[in-house]
């Protein structure tokens, strides 16, 4: 298979992993979460188990499903990373966040990361230490817990009065440095969906790619609220 | 009729119901009130006294008519929920606020019943306490009072000079517990077309959908309005 | 000619009044200047000497040119009022700033008023007293002075260093009230391009529709960054 | 040729300069960078040396193809402006800007710049002295510094704690006369990518129309976030 085939990326169908990431990149562009090539989003389609890449440096608002790079999961080995891809657009280079992508699906078997620059996680990470905390308010319960329904056997979400509580950890120059520290406080806390890079942005996952986008549209908004909140003096953490 | 029937939803009427809740359900993501899933609509088509009420925990802006639930008004009987659909998509669950809305319907001879989790509503129910109010703005004009026109029967609008009152109820873990205190503050305050609930959201409703988008867009823009004068020490209420 | 006939109002052109109106007013409801039916716009079609007004009490964003009304300006006469139109749509009613529209073009010799409720021009009117004033931002330069070109006899715009001062007056329970107001204060200041009514909104008017939306979009910038300026205690007026 | 011709201005490339100053100015209108006519856009065709420039006091968002002006680069002559044109649609002025935009490229070797009113920009000029700055935020690795990658051979970007140093020059009364003070600033700072003008907006230029654009995106990102910074009372530079 050549490293440009377009078989892999070209779908008619728009929930195909390579269609969504270009859809969901414009609607985040329009949210300012991408503004200047910042960002990105990488899915994993469950019954190939290939990952889709958005490139590095490209406009996110522009990006055709051309333009996206392939890994074959199954071949997945850190130390021979050139010979991670089975889609290799031309011209152009992965993102950078692509061993910290890698990383998730690996250690957190989640099947979508996006990563943001929201200036509301990058504002939050100036306002809070160790971790984002807010509670007692209804959107939280759009968020995963770290609670099994013991019918179901399934993780629940938050409940209205439960804390979400997002760490925080310190950004490093390149975003690959990320990585062991993305991977040890993953470890520290399993059930988190996402992490904050301090004066970066935030990383938030989940076990698809519809629950990633509305776990990270319910942070945003809740990040957005609490600076809100903290600038008249109200503590986003009811005692 | 089977119960994944398409006929209850499907028209190339852009009032139809089923399409009225999908296009504004879009619109009300644009305007960031229905981040992540959050918020809902649901609409009594008069004509057949059917409700369409939005499934749950789908991204408001993707949903399709199909996607839709249909209740037979005439069946309503709260004991036997289950036996309430008329139509019940596959792989769906219907929205968490179908108690409240059918509710709604039967309490308030409404309409159409919006539900936002807009962070303004939210941040004014942590600025208020039993009622978000003000005052000589003109857009509380675009709001019913309580008040009726002698000629031609009708409820006419707040005045200029009138104060909006809407009242705010405290929120519970789980949205159908909301019911009662939903009833009980609405009997007690039988003319308000909104209810606020604290750090969750707003519930507007209306005669028709029409006017409960135009008085959910008008309370908002008033909330917004009031926390920015909250914030430049500027009272709601006039003296 | 019938009081519905669609002549006047149907139009492929899209500079043609009635499309603009509505295209217009679909711009300003995304910009949040029209939220709730709030606002309007009005156009004299300079070739016909008809004027185009919005109805009372729709959506703006949905309108569509066969919502509107027409009025033959040669027959102007604010005392028969109800042989105004000649055109009616039925089932609705024309916008309340029907007179005060009117007006403006009447005194003011203009072609185009704007009327929003921008939250932008509701709260600078909490914020200033008889005038809203900025200088030095080069904005300003967008909006016309008093001054005359000597070469070509046109007015001029402002200068970077000069002060824009839009006057402020009191609101009134009914809109056509304010007409009375509005007069007098252009007979006063007979160069303004805008009115702020307090605590409701703004009229902005020009000699042309493309001169009135950019004086509108002009002051509502300035508008907010007045409001930011105050905020972070800057005078809006450079000493 | 006629001054006229659509030939240099029409094409079906969405990548030819004429198309990318439109869709770029309908884009920058939506984020409010340019309202009432503010802001432009100046395009260097690296094929062909031809300079496209928009027209002055048009509506950005509105604005089409056939609406440009075209420079022949070749035949740059400050003192023979009025012979600069090879394309000049008929009632239309070009840019106040186009000195501006001429000394860029001339002096600085760019290939497009771009000039906003953006309020944050406005805003920063009045919170910051001689320069912007800012420190330690992800995004400023969007932008270039200084410094020569030694195997390439092309400047690198700005690293992580890097300060990203804008310089802000004094308004005047007219475009043209901020000529002189820009060549002097960059004569000065020949690294900077952009120079604010104070109460006045920002201009911005890149290697590419590409680069600007992701240049002025990330600019305006970090000047939003500099000035929540400065309202939390935050730094933006880290000691």
Not at 141 to 153: F, Q, V, Y
Not at 226 to 236: L, N
Request: aromatic content about 10%; proline content about 5%.
């Amino acid at each position: 298979m050549s490293m440009i085939s377009d078989e892999l990326v070209v779908s008619e169908d728009p929930l195909h992993p390579a269609n969504l990431i270009c859809s969901l990149c414009t609607k985040f562009y329009e949210k300012d979460w991408c503004l200047g090539t910042g960002g990105g989003i990488s899915i994993r389609d469950q019954e190939t188990n290939r990952y889709y890449i958005a490139p590095s440096g490209v406009q996110k608002e522009l990006m055709k499903p051309t333009d996206l790079f392939v890994v074959n999961g199954y071949h997945y080995d850190p130390d021979h990373e050139d010979t991670l891809f089975i889609r290799k657009p031309d011209g152009l280079k992965p993102s950078d966040c692509t061993p910290l992508f890698l990383t998730c699906f690996k250690e957190l078997g989640v099947s979508a990361v996006i990563h943001t620059h929201s200036s509301n996680a990058v504002m939050a990470s100036l306002l809070y230490d160790d971790f984002f905390e807010i509670s007692h308010i209804e959107q939280v319960k759009a968020l995963p817990s770290h609670k099994i329904d013991p019918e179901t056997g399934k993780h629940i979400n938050l409940l209205f009065q439960d804390t979400l509580r997002i760490p925080v950890i310190e950004n490093q120059n390149f975003e690959y440095e990320l990585t062991d520290d993305l991977i040890n406080i993953c470890r520290k806390y399993p059930h988190t969906c996402a992490v904050i890079v301090r004066r970066h942005g935030i990383f938030v996952w989940g076990p698809s790619i519809q629950k990633a986008k509305i776990y990270n549209e319910s942070i945003d908004y809740l990040l957005g609220l609490a600076i809100q909140m903290k600038e008249m003096g109200i503590d986003t953490v009811k005692k």
